[in-house]
C-alpha cells in the first residue's frame, strides 16, 4: 500500500479508503451483517489500508455504530472521517430524500452541527474525527451561509474534538467559499473512469488550495469490478441508480472490461484491482474510496493500491472507455 499527506496536514493516509456506506445496511445496499463487517474493517487494517470513512446518514447512524464496534481498543489503528450536514429528526432543513421511513434533510447551521458532531461521536465511541466532511451542502429554503459552518468546524477544530475539514458533494466556487474561511483537507466527490465530470472544475481546485480529492464510487457500485455480468441480480437502491446496471448499457460495458484481460494479465491483477490503480494515477493528491463489507472485497481493493499502472496502458484504457461514453 502506498501512502500521502492528506491535503497540507500532517495527516498521512492510504492511497485506498475503506467505505462504510454499505455496512449500513439500508434500503441502498440491502441487509448487512455486522460481525462480517467488523472483520473487514479490521483486515483493511492488515492490508494497510489506513482511512476509514463513514457518516450518519449511512443506515440511519447504524453504521457509525458498526465502525465504533469495529474500532474498540483500535481507534489508533485508522484516520477517521465521518460527515454532518444530513439529519431526519424532523427539524429544520432542505429535503434531499425520503427513504426508509425518514425524510434527510440538509442541515449545516453551526447549531445543528455541533449536535451532530456529539451524536457522532457518541456513535462512533470516539474522543476526536480526524476528518469531518460535510456531507451534502446547504440549499434553500434552508440556506446556511458558508462562514458560519465554517465558523463551527475551525471551533471544533480549536476544541480537539476534530482534526482536519473536509467537504462533499461541491462547486468549484464552493471550495472556494470554504476556503476563504479555513483550512480544507479533503474533498470527496464522485468519480470514475466512467464519469470523469470534475477534471476540470474540482480537479484544479483542489491542486490550487492543496486539497485531497478523494473519488468515492471509483468501481461506479461494483459494475467495474467484472464481478458483475449479465444476469447479475441489482439489489439496493444504490446500484439501481447507475446507469451501466440497465441491461442496453451494460452489455456495452462488460465488452470494453472484457478487452481489459491482457492489462490484467500483464499486471497480475483484476479489474477491480484495474480500476482501483488508473483512479489513482488520475492526480498526484488522489485518494480513492472503495466500499466493502466482506473480507474478500477489502483485500481486492487494497491490491489496487499496489499497482502503478504505465501510461500507455492508462491511454488505452481511455480510448476503450471513450468510445461508449
Known amino acids: 500500500m502506498r501512502y500521502k499527506k492528506l491535503g497540507n496536514s500532517d495527516i498521512d493516509v492510504s492511497v485506498v479508503s475503506l467505505g462504510a456506506w454499505a455496512i449500513g445496511g439500508d434500503s441502498n445496499w440491502g441487509a448487512s451483517d455486522d460481525d462480517m463487517s467488523i472483520r473487514t474493517i479490521h483486515e483493511a487494517h492488515n492490508l494497510g489500508i489506513t482511512l476509514l470513512d463513514t457518516a450518519p446518514a449511512y443506515g440511519l447512524g447504524h ?16 484516520v477517521l472521517s465521518t460527515k454532518c450536514g444530513l439529519v ?23 447549531k445543528s452541527v455541533r449536535k451532530q458532531l456529539e451524536e457522532s461521536l457518541k456513535r462512533l465511541q470516539t474522543e476526536y474525527i480526524d476528518i ?16 458560519e459552518t465554517m465558523g463551527a468546524l475551525n471551533e471544533f477544530v480549536r476544541e480537539g474534538k476534530i482534526r482536519a475539514i473536509g467537504i462533499s458533494n461541491v462547486t468549484a466556487d464552493q471550495i472556494d ?3 476563504k474561511y479555513g483550512k480544507i483537507a479533503l474533498i470527496q466527490q464522485k468519480y470514475s473512469m466512467l464519469d470523469r465530470t470534475h477534471e476540470k472544475t474540482l480537479m484544479p481546485k483542489c491542486i490550487e488550495h492543496g486539497i485531497t ?10 459494475i467495474l469490478s467484472g464481478k458483475v455480468r449479465m444476469d447479475t441480480q441489482v439489489v439496493g437502491l444504490a446500484k439501481g441508480g447507475i446507469k451501466w446496471y440497465q441491461p442496453e448499457h451494460r452489455a456495452k460495458l462488460l465488452a470494453v472490461l472484457d478487452g481489459f484481460k491482457p492489462i490484467c494479465d500483464k499486471y497480475n491483477c483484476t479489474l477491480t484491482n484495474l480500476a482501483i ?8 493528491n488522489m485518494n480513492v474510496l472503495c466500499g466493502a463489507r466482506k473480507v474478500d472485497q477489502v483485500a481486492d481493493n487494497a491490491k489496487g493500491g499496489d499497482i502503478v499502472l504505465e501510461q500507455a496502458d492508462i491511454d488505452a484504457m481511455n480510448a476503450a472507455v471513450a468510445a461508449i461514453l
Open 132 to 147: 469531518f466532511i460535510t456531507h451534502w451542502q446547504a440549499t434553500e429554503p434552508f440556506l446556511v451561509p458558508i462562514e
Open 63 to 78: 453504521s457509525e455504530e458498526v465502525v465504533g464496534k469495529a474500532l474498540k481498543g483500535r481507534r489508533s489503528d485508522f
Open 88 to 110: 431526519w429528526d424532523g427539524g429544520e432543513g432542505s429535503v434531499l430524500m425520503s427513504r426508509d421511513g425518514v425524510t434527510l434533510l440538509r442541515n449545516l447551521s453551526a
Open 177 to 179: 467559499e470554504y476556503s
Open 213 to 222: 480529492f478523494q473519488a468515492y464510487s471509483p468501481l461506479e457500485r461494483g
Open 277 to 284: 490503480a488508473w483512479t489513482a494515477a488520475q492526480m498526484d
